[in-house]
């Protein structure tokens, strides 16, 4: 195994064992039992049940800091549902149930504001935004999307998106062979095929996700190198919260080995095909290849 393959897989074991750093503690109440458990716990609005709701990915969240942690808590509640369009959001109340600073939930709210989330506005305050504003190709978003009640249609959107962006992607990167890309390519393909004898899907994943997202910015295309980020996100949500293929298989590493033949021969044609064989080697193919719909 290479040193780049050997490095690769430690790193992702570490991330994945869920140690917790100095500093990096989880202040958060709401991460350790539901809100009717601890006494005194400051009720919102109304007091839905839902607000206290912990989140099926909160272990993600750790790591990220306070502002971090507010951010991706209150993004999910939105995005859930669990906070409705127009509803108001009250700093001093959301520092109090967080238990976190004013600055903490200013720049938080700033955060979500830039994704379209919620609006602020004088003498009217911070309010949740309808989904017709959300900013749907933040990857933040797709990805909270992708694990709440819209996940099915999230899906869905992504798998046609990208059998849109990556074919042509590929065909794209075919005419810019360079060689730095071509090693560093052929470096994931070998990552991924060491990670799938091994059992490691969280390696095969984030292998996956770099192969594609450096297939895109290589395309030469600006506006196509922006969306590597939503394909990334697309790869992490795609089958669940690990794995960036279902399943990762002998015919999706072989695609991804075809991808690198045709940009080392500078074939546009192969490496495109190569790419549309290999999104249709997803086990559920009716979600990567979209159907006709009717009018």
Known sequence: MSTLAH????????????LVGPGELDRYPYAEGPVADRVGAPAWDGGEPELGRVSRRAAASRGRGLHGQLVQQLGQMIVSGDLGADRPLVPEEIGQRFE?????????????EAKGLVSARPNVGTRVRPVSDWNLLDPDIIEWRAFGPQRDDQRRELSELRWTIEPLAARLAAGHGREEVQQRLCDMVEIMSHAMAQGDALTYARA???FHSLLIQVAGNRMLEHLSGIVSAALQVSGGP???????NEASLAQHARIVDALGT?????????????LMVH??????VPAPREH
């Open 7 to 18: 490095t690769m897989m430690t790193a992702a074991r570490s991330t994945d064992s869920g």
């Open 100 to 112: 976190v600073s004013r600055t903490v939930v200013r720049e938080s709210l700033r955060v979500l």
């Open 208 to 210: 996956d996700t770099e």
């Open 242 to 248: 690990v794995t960036a293929c279902d399943r990762p």
């Open 266 to 278: 500078g074939d546009g044609t192969a490496a495109e095909t190569a790419m549309r064989q290999l």
């Open 283 to 288: 086990p559920e193919v009716e979600r990567v």
